[in-house]
């Protein structure tokens, strides 16, 4: 049983950054897989990016190289560090956990998080 609750969404400028936290309890194995997805209106989910607990990731081509996530399994928090966020990437953001033997997709998640990059 886990829950997952996210925070530090809100409105940015084009190029500016955001810090995304999604904390976790429960119960979680050290093996379990985390990620952030993201919808926009009219649009279908979409995976942003995971980390596994050997912290080895995987973001998507439009992400890569602007975002970063990371785990931190002492506080049972992971991070999603948005940098020269850009307009498209405005969606409301999903925490994910999944254990090993879940497909993609599956799993627990949290409320969602607004992100919105407008002038």
């Known amino acids: 049983q886990v829950q997952l609750v996210e925070s530090g969404g809100g409105l940015v400028q084009p190029g500016g950054s955001l810090r995304l936290s999604c904390a976790t309890s429960?119960?979680?194995?050290?093996?379990?897989?985390m990620g952030w997805y993201r919808q926009a209106p009219g649009k279908q989910r979409e995976l942003v990016a995971t980390i596994s607990s050997g912290s080895t990731t995987n973001y998507a081509d439009s992400v890569k190289g602007r975002f970063t996530i990371s785990r931190d399994n002492a506080k049972n928090t992971m991070y999603l560090q948005m940098s020269s966020l850009k307009p498209e990437d405005t969606a409301v953001y999903y925490c994910?956990?999944?254990?090993?033997?879940?497909?993609?997709?599956?799993?627990?998640w949290g409320q969602g998080t607004q992100v919105t990059v407008s002038s």
């Open positions: 429960g119960i979680i194995f050290s093996r379990d897989v």
């Open positions: 994910n956990l999944k254990r090993t033997w879940q497909p993609n997709g599956a799993g627990t």
